[in-house]
């Protein structure tokens, strides 16, 4: 199962309740990314680009292969073509979780760690720009805003579908 959506949507915390339950291991594509780099996301963003940053989570992608896990994407990994075509040919269940901007807001505003959480219009702006996207990526949709727990129950819904 790979887990998208907008930052703040909980796809690295989900991911790793889901994984107990499922005993599946995670792959945070965020920490793939880092690990693989050597480098911090905010130092990757600042010495290479988004455009740098793109195209290592892109190769932290295409090495999760046919992988049995639950793959917790970054935020923006929809918003680079090659990643979606990646996303598209993987045979998982592919999961948008969405919340409305405010409740999104709220959990990241104060993380220093993600690059492009500037001011909230430019974060609404971004969010407004995704939306779309993240729809057209995914397989299914779900309300993100609920407790972890429920979310978990949601997702674990969705993965016994896909089994039968
Ligand atoms: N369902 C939830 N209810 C309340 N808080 C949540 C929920 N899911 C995540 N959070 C909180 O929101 C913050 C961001 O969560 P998390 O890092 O999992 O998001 P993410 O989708 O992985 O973001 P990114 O795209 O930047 O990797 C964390 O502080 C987390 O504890
Ligand atoms: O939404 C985004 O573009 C990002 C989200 C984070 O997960 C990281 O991948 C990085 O901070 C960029
Ligand atoms: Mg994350």
């Known amino acids: 199962m790979i887990l998208i959506g907008f930052m703040g ?23 793939e990314v880092v690990r693989m780099a050597g480098m911090e996301i905010r130092e990757i963003f600042e010495t290479e680009g988004e455009a740098g940053f793109r195209r290592r989570e892109f190769e932290a992608l295409d090495q999760v292969g046919d992988s049995e ?8 990994v929809v918003t680079y073509a090659p ?13 948008y979780l969405h ?3 405010d409740t999104l807001y709220t959990r990241i505003k104060d993380d220093s760690n993600r690059p492009l959480v500037r001011s909230r219009e ?3 702006a971004l969010y407004e720009q995704r939306l779309h ?15 972890v727990e429920a979310v978990v129950s949601k997702l674990l819904a969705i993965s016994q579908i896909r089994r039968v």
């Not at 979606?84 to 998982?92: K, P, S």
């Open 83 to 95: 990643s979606r075509r990646l996303l598209q040919n993987m045979d998982v269940p592919v999961v």
């Open 133 to 147: 996207i993240y729809r057209s990526a995914a397989d299914h949709e779900i309300d993100c805003s609920a407790s």
């Open 9 to 31: 949507s909980g796809k690295s915390t989900v991911a790793h309740t889901l994984s107990d339950k499922m005993n599946l291991p995670v792959i945070d594509l965020d920490k």
């Open 99 to 101: 919340a409305d901007f």
């Open 69 to 76: 896990c639950i793959v917790a994407t970054g935020g923006g």
């Open 122 to 124: 430019q974060v609404n």
